[in-house]
């Protein structure tokens, strides 16, 4: 999966996590977390290790169990969220890559060794592979109105009174725009239909994209009012 849609995958975890901790940090937490994954596989995989494949050590199930674990003791030991949401988008990460697709690399080390295609695709290659992702630039929105909504909400009371009225409309539009677009890449998987708006080919990558956007068009419009 794409960079933004696990970006906004992990949003879309930190908003449930910040609602039921009531702790706002767990936004960004969840956040970086969905990105982790990639942030350290990418350039080990493709760079340092030139396997020409990132999806290795931390898009592990091991990992993720790791950083269960470690968020699982601060938050008893501390009562602090932010671990716990990390590993929340770790997981929403290994999700919209659909590890079990994988297992040999998913359950490392215990069915042997990583396995890759070693098609040898470089940075560049996925750098425009993004740039050429029509969902990509949809989720593009929805991450620069989330991040107005995460500065501004509780903080900036002058900026806030005079721009949320502005922003709650920009919600609403959002919240429609993302939940049709995020319907018909789901639909078109059972309708059997060639979709415009992704260059993605298994059925199963478009079923969870579609459900990524259309759930970014919900919290969306849990973000309007804010307070």
Same mark, same amino acid.
């Given at each position: ?6 970006? &906004? ?9 910040? @609602?039921?901790?009531? %702790?706002? =940090?767990?936004?960004?937490? #969840? ?6 994954? %990639?942030?350290? %596989? ?7 290790? #030139? ?8 898009? *592990? ?10 968020? *699982?003791?601060?938050?008893? =030991?501390? =009562?602090? &969220? ?5 590993? #929340?988008?770790? #997981? ?11 297992? *040999? ?13 070693? $098609?040898? =695709? ?7 592979? $993004?740039?050429? $992702?029509? *969902? ?25 009174? @005079? ?37 993605? @080919?298994?059925? $199963? ?23």
């Amino acid at each position: 999966m794409f960079i933004l849609s696990h970006l &906004v995958a992990g949003i879309i975890v930190g908003i449930i996590l910040a @609602r039921a901790f009531r %702790d706002r =940090r767990a936004i960004p937490a #969840a956040a970086f977390g969905a990105l982790l994954p %990639d942030i350290i %596989d990418k350039p080990l995989g493709h760079v340092f290790l #030139a396997m020409g494949y990132g999806r290795i050590y931390s898009h *592990t199930l091991l990992f993720l169990l790791c950083a269960v674990l470690v968020g *699982t003791i601060v938050y008893w =030991r501390y =009562r602090s &969220v932010l671990a716990l949401a990390a590993a #929340a988008g770790i #997981a929403s990460h290994q999700v919209l890559d659909a590890m079990w697709r994988e297992p *040999t690399n998913w359950l490392y080390p215990f069915l042997g060794p990583f396995s890759y295609s070693g $098609e040898g =695709r470089s940075i560049v290659d996925l750098i425009m592979s $993004e740039l050429a $992702e029509p *969902t990509e630039w949809i989720l593009f929105a929805a991450v620069i109105l989330f991040g107005l909504a995460y500065l501004y909400g509780g903080r900036y009371e002058a900026i806030r009174a @005079r721009f949320a009225p502005l922003l709650d409309r920009a919600f609403l539009v959002l919240g429609l725009l993302l939940l049709a677009a995020g319907l018909w890449v789901a639909g078109s998987v059972f309708l059997h239909q060639p979709c415009m708006l992704t260059a993605m @080919r298994s059925p $199963e990558d478009h079923l969870i994209c579609g459900l990524v956007i259309a759930l970014a068009g919900v919290a969306a419009f849990s973000c309007r009012n804010m307070e």
